[in-house]
């Protein structure tokens, strides 16, 4: 059986952890003037924060998502007067003025039950033949042109329930058409890190992906990490509930790993627009009953001494719809490891959290145009040459998803950790 090229974070042990990277220079687009806009989506019915809602300023490419409190940052041109829509999975999007947006006031989106018209239930009774037919329409449903993107990418690393090490960057992305065979290629244009290293070199982990761990899970530009020709078949595919996404009807498919498949695939579900058969957003993880299976695919190298075990793998992917063509919007990474080390009382687990969203976007007819020393590799680790996290104004004009509490506190922590070992180290 040919196994799929499996979309991981590769790890390793190691005694140094980090690749140096120079950043580049700030640009002209930079020093643009530019209004900072805050708030919070909520549920109108229990006021809980909404995540991952999609954030969309009309007439632009600019966009961001919610925190998982609900929280946002929106950053437009100075003197805009546009329409933003706030969207979600199974919500009725919300549109209203930049002016209307109060940091006090908190936007509510209402829950939606859409049910499909009859034409479009029985116009597929066979979910994986819908499947097949949205990879074979990837080519009229996304976009024909080559676009440079502009995305925010954040990684936490967490030993058990604290956190260790947090990287934020903003990147170009030089997309390719889903047509082509020509791989993404990303640029690092900002970034910085804060990281307590004693936490990580107990067992010298390596993590090795950074923003293409969740480049790679756009599965309509790479579906040989899930979705071969071959492999499509390994799985059972079923419809859910339909629901909405943007105000538009989806399909909902499930998808489990076939039972007399051994090697480990994937499960989960995929939402395909019903009126273009286009994916609009997937969730899935890999199936881990096949632990030695699991472990050859992430583990690169390690001590004889040392065991690891992967505990969660998850993944999401989202598009974004402009004009009736799809592009990569979002897409994040989920995932656990206990790690056992011979002759010693306790194991480690450590959570690795990654996501990239696209925060704005041009179409690119002069091809790459990015500087090669800030071209990133695949197998890339982000730098530790970057700047640290005290600088409010580091960022400009980019749009980032707006830190949790829990990540602001921790990035203080760690930084009065390190402060205080090197005042001590001086002593």
Do not use: C
Request: proline share 4%; hydrophobic share 35%; charged share 25%.
């Amino acid at each position: 059986m040919k196994k799929l090229v499996h979309l991981t974070f590769r790890i390793s042990f190691i005694s140094v952890l980090g690749l140096l990277l120079s950043i580049p220079t700030m640009n002209a687009q930079e020093l643009e003037n530019y209004v900072e806009y805050k708030g919070k989506v909520v549920d109108n019915i229990s006021s809980n924060g909404l995540e991952s809602v999609s954030i969309r300023v009309e007439d632009t490419n600019i966009n961001t998502i919610t925190n998982s409190d609900g929280q946002f940052t929106l950053k437009v041109p100075e003197n805009a007067a546009n329409t933003v829509v706030f969207s979600l999975l199974g919500y009725q999007s919300a549109n209203m003025l930049l002016s209307e947006i109060k940091e006090e006031t908190p936007i509510m989106l209402t829950q939606q039950i859409t049910e499909l018209s009859q034409v479009n239930v029985t116009t597929f009774t066979n979910a994986e033949a819908l499947v097949r037919t949205v990879f074979k329409k990837k080519a009229d449903n996304s976009m024909k042109e080559n676009t440079k993107m502009t995305a925010f990418y954040r990684e936490t690393i967490k030993r058990r329930n604290r956190n260790v090490s947090l990287t934020e960057a903003v990147v170009n992305l030089y997309k390719e058409p889903y047509s082509s065979s020509k791989k993404d290629v990303i640029e690092l244009h900002k970034a910085r890190k804060s990281t307590d290293y004693r936490r990580l070199d107990t067992v010298a982990v390596k993590l090795q992906g950074g923003p293409f761990s969740t480049l790679y899970i756009d599965v309509m530009k790479y579906p040989e990490f899930i979705f071969t020709q071959t492999s499509i078949g390994y799985y059972d595919y079923s419809f859910d509930t339909p629901s909405t996404i943007n105000g538009k009807p989806v399909y909902v498919i499930n998808f489990t790993q076939k039972e007399n498949i051994d090697d480990p695939f994937y499960e989960g579900k995929l939402y395909i627009d019903s009126e273009a058969l286009a994916l609009t957003r997937a969730d899935y993880s890999l199936n881990l009953k096949n632990s030695r299976g699991a472990n050859d695919i992430f583990v690169k190298k390690k001590p004889r001494d040392i065991d690891v075990r992967p505990l969660r793998a998850n993944y999401h992917v989202e598009y974004r719809e402009k004009d009736g063509k799809w592009y990569y919007g979002y897409g994040s990474v989920d995932l656990s490891f206990k790690i056992n080390k011979r002759r010693r009382l306790f194991n480690q687990v450590y959570s690795l959290s990654s996501e990239m969203a696209v925060t704005d976007w041009e179409s690119n007819d002069k091809g790459l145009i990015a500087a090669p020393k800030n071209v990133l590799k695949p197998t890339v680790v982000l730098s530790d040459k970057v700047s640290g996290f005290k600088d409010p104004d580091f960022w400009g004009p980019y749009n980032v998803i707006e830190p949790e509490k829990s990540i602001e506190s921790a990035i203080d922590k760690i930084q009065r950790r390190m402060k205080k070992r090197k005042g001590g180290s001086g002593q």
